[in-house]
């Protein structure tokens, strides 16, 4: 996975810096020719997939979440990244702000009614011009399942001024 991975930041570098053919070109000379990358978009609106026989890579928004993820989703995610490896799967999402606590207590309640184990934990602490950032984690106690959710800025956003956005992820192990 790590070096799909590095592949991965190497594109996404590239995608932004030069061509999409160069990209693509160098990419997958440097999976070993075994890769299908492919990079839609331009400036802010970028989406790259890389597939290779290690597994599959895409961020950007818009796409979809990987069947391997079992863990539901409340509606309205707009996906942003997905990374899968054999059946093992992680996927990071948006929403806006303002549905944080609604997110939060969808997760409590599917936790609580999974019949499995979760531990969970929230902090909050300052972040600049009198803001708070909050943090919530469920973790399953019995297998390797994670759902994190934070108060973050959009992908497409300037990184100044308030946070807009609540980010989950998502990551599940293979047979979860």
């Given at each position: 996975?790590?070096?799909?991975?590095?592949i991965?930041?190497?594109a996404?570098?590239?995608?932004a810096?030069?061509?999409?053919?160069i990209?693509?070109?160098i990419?997958?000379?440097?999976?070993?020719?075994?890769?299908?990358?492919?990079?839609?978009?331009?400036g802010?609106?970028?989406?790259?997939?890389?597939?290779?026989?290690?597994?599959?890579?895409?961020?950007g928004?818009?796409?979809?979440v990987?069947?391997?993820?079992?863990?539901?989703?409340?509606?309205?995610?707009?996906?942003?990244?997905?990374?899968?490896?054999?059946?093992?799967?992680?996927?990071?999402?948006?929403?806006?702000?303002?549905?944080?606590?609604?997110?939060?207590?969808?997760?409590?309640?599917?936790?609580?009614?999974?019949?499995?184990?979760?531990?969970?934990?929230?902090?909050?602490?300052?972040?600049?011009d009198?803001?708070?950032?909050?943090?919530?984690?469920?973790?399953?106690?019995e297998?390797?399942?994670t759902v994190?959710?934070?108060?973050?800025?959009?992908?497409d956003?300037?990184?100044?001024?308030?946070?807009?956005?609540?980010?989950l992820?998502?990551?599940?192990?293979?047979?979860?």
């Amino acid at each position: 996975m790590r070096p799909l991975v590095l592949i991965f930041v190497l594109a996404l570098t590239l995608a932004a810096c030069s061509g999409e053919q160069i990209s693509e070109q160098i990419a997958e000379e440097a999976i070993g020719g075994n890769a299908n990358v492919e990079i839609e978009g331009e400036g802010d609106d970028v989406t790259i997939n890389i597939e290779s026989d290690e597994g599959s890579i895409s961020i950007g928004s818009g796409g979809d979440v990987p069947n391997e993820i079992t863990v539901p989703l409340p509606d309205g995610a707009v996906v942003v990244s997905s990374v899968v490896v054999g059946n093992g799967a992680s996927v990071g999402v948006e929403y806006p702000t303002d549905r944080y606590d609604e997110i939060a207590a969808f997760y409590d309640s599917w936790t609580s009614g999974s019949g499995g184990t979760w531990l969970t934990s929230e902090s909050a602490f300052p972040h600049g011009d009198g803001q708070t950032v909050r943090n919530m984690t469920w973790q399953a106690e019995e297998s390797v399942m994670t759902v994190i959710l934070r108060d973050c800025y959009s992908l497409d956003g300037t990184f100044e001024g308030p946070l807009d956005t609540a980010c989950l992820s998502i990551s599940q192990a293979p047979g979860n």
